[in-house]
């Protein structure tokens, strides 16, 4: 309840596990008349649903934001309709490939309630079915409207009290060769659509022209499914972060030696000199006509088979009607939600919510989050959220904090206490569930998660400890039968890997 109206419908937009989990906390309510999760996929995984064939392969736009790559579609003027199917890309496959594992502990990854089988560190197809799995065990599917896109989110007119808001929604139906479009209304949206699907490129001198004379070169990590197209290739990653890392590691044992890797910053994997079979490049200055591709330190190389980038992903939001809504949702200069609190909500419009923006701990953050939301728009926080001069405070002395000290907005630290300060804060408003039983508990940051994310690393880090190293920040206890590593007394930089 915001503003004396009861909110009574909710929309959820996407079925990751941001979605999946505020299904679950606004189910368990018991307050709500709709609830109403909407997916573009055909089923709840999000980013972890694999996709064996990642084509339509990526138009190459360097240094392209969203907004120019992934624009909003022209939402019909009258609906519901029915229009010729959509031909633009939109991004809907995820960049899962075929030997990804994951790189949190299980326990601190999965949600409180239901384990992960297995783990530490598991592969791909676990969190997708952990996923599927976690929406029959809550009773969950009725609320999943699959195959569903969200075009369009617009305030509707409220001349006085709270906004509502309309959605459009457009779903492909095969059998008429059509796409089908139609709106329905809402007092509160929570966003969950993730922001690891439009992949980044950066803007490099010549970059565009290399392209069009080698277009079957350049591609994204995105795109990376299985190091078989590049055996025997002479290949150059951009980037070392852990797409970087996983990618040029598992090249080594297939692609031409040395494998090359060009790295901006070093990585928390990075000993002082290259692993056996791979060579350090820094960031590349040019790309020549004539192939050849120019370093910031004057050396080059020459008839490289394949070049991939592993420079990340920036958020999309085109359904967000900037228009109707009075201004973008993404601030993309500053890499942030415009008019956000506490990663969560938004001081404009408190009818909106936003779950699984920080970089941070995922699916277990995502719950604190989703239980908070669900509590605010039942009207049952345990305490208010501050006066929205208060948000706009912490907006504005964040963006200040964090571009003083060379960060980003949304990256939450542990190793400070922000991350404890930041989950207290979502407990704290979200409080106990109401003496009746209704409402889904914010959990308890225990020992054990806390030990495990200051303990497991899925690989060695120099200097850090593990295996049968033992100098520096950390000393180390040896290494788990997969090759994960128990770290003692590293206390930097400790949720660098999520
Ligand atoms: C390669 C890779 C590896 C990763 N490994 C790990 C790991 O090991 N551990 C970890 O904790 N995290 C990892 N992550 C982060 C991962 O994204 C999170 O674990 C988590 O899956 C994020 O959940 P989410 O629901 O916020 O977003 P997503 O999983 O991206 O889900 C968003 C959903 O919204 C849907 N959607 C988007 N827009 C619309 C729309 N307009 N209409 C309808 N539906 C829409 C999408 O189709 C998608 O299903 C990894 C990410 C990547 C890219
Ligand atoms: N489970 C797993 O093992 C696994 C595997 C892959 C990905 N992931 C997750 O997926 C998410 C995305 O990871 P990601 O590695 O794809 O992307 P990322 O973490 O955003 O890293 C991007 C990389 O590109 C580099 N880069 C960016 N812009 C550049 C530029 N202009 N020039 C040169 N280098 C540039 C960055 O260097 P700087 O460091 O200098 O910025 C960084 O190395 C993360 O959450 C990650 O944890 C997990």
């Known amino acids: 309840m915001i503003d004396s109206k009861p909110i009574k419908s909710v929309a959820v937009i996407g079925a990751g596990a941001a979605g999946v989990i505020t299904a679950a ?50 939402i019909p003027k009258t609906l519901p309709t029915s229009t010729p199917p959509n031909r633009q890309e939109r991004f809907e496959k995820t960049p899962i490939y075929d030997s990804l594992t994951t790189n949190v502990p299980d326990i601190a990854m999965s949600f409180s309630d239901i384990p992960f089988p297995g783990g530490p560190f598991v592969p791909h197809e676990v969190p997708h079915h952990y996923l599927e799995d976690y929406v029959t065990a809550h009773k969950l599917a009725p609320y999943f409207v699959f195959n569903t896109t969200v075009e369009d989110v617009s305030k509707l007119p409220s001349p006085a009290g709270r906004e509502r808001w309309k959605l459009t929604l457009r779903r492909h139906a095969p059998d008429r060769a059509v796409d089908e479009w139609w709106s329905e209304e809402f007092d509160a949206v929570v966003i969950g659509n993730g922001h690891y699907s439009v992949p980044f490129i950066p803007e490099v001198k010549g970059l565009k022209k290399y392209t069009t004379l080698f277009p079957t070169r350049i591609t994204h990590s995105k795109y990376y499914r299985t190091p078989h197209p590049y055996a025997n290739k002479r290949v150059l990653i951009i980037g070392n972060s852990a797409s970087g890392h996983d990618i040029t590691a598992e090249l080594v044992s297939h692609a031409a030696l040395p494998v090359y890797q060009s790295r901006r910053t070093a990585s928390r994997w990075d000993g002082p000199t290259p692993p056996p079979g791979m060579a350090w490049k820094p960031i590349i200055s040019e790309f020549l006509p004539s192939g050849r591709i120019v370093f910031e330190d004057g050396s080059h190389l020459d008839d490289m088979d394949a070049v991939v980038y592993a420079t990340g992903y920036r958020a999309s939001f085109p359904f967000w009607n900037a228009r109707a809504n009075g201004g973008p949702i993404w601030d993309y200069q500053n890499a942030k939600v415009v008019n956000g609190y506490w990663h969560t909500f938004l001081h404009t419009y408190p009818t909106i ?141 400790l949720l660098h890997f999520v």
């Not at 309510?29 to 064939?53: N, Q």
């Not at 002395?397 to 922000?418: A, I, S």
Request: aromatic content about 10%; hydrophobic content about 35%; cysteine-free.
């Open 25 to 74: 906390a606004l189910s368990r309510e018991k307050y709500f008349d709709t609830i109403r999760v909407f997916e573009r996929r055909d089923g709840a995984g999000g980013t972890w649903i694999y996709d064996a064939d990642p084509t339509p392969p990526i138009e190459i736009a360097p240094g392209k934001l969203p907004p120019d790559v992934d624009p909003p579609l022209s």
């Open 353 to 493: 919510g936003l779950v699984g923006v920080p970089r941070v701990l995922t699916f277990r953050s995502w719950e604190y989050q989703a239980i908070t939301l669900a509590r605010l728009f039942a009207g049952r926080l345990a305490k208010p959220l501050p006066p929205v001069a208060e948000q706009r405070r912490w907006e504005r002395r964040r963006l200040e904090r964090t571009g003083h000290e060379g960060l980003k907005f949304h990256d939450v630290q542990w190793e400070t206490g922000e991350t404890h300060g930041w989950l207290r804060g979502l407990f704290e408003w979200a409080g106990l569930g109401t003496l009746e039983g209704e409402g889904r508990l914010p959990p308890a940051l225990t020992k054990e998660v806390v030990w495990a994310i200051e303990h497991l690393r899925k690989y060695p880090e120099p200097g850090k400890g593990g295996r049968d190293e033992g100098d520096g920040e950390g000393e180390g206890e040896g290494a788990g039968e997969d090759g994960w590593v128990v770290v003692t007394g590293a206390k930097k930089d």
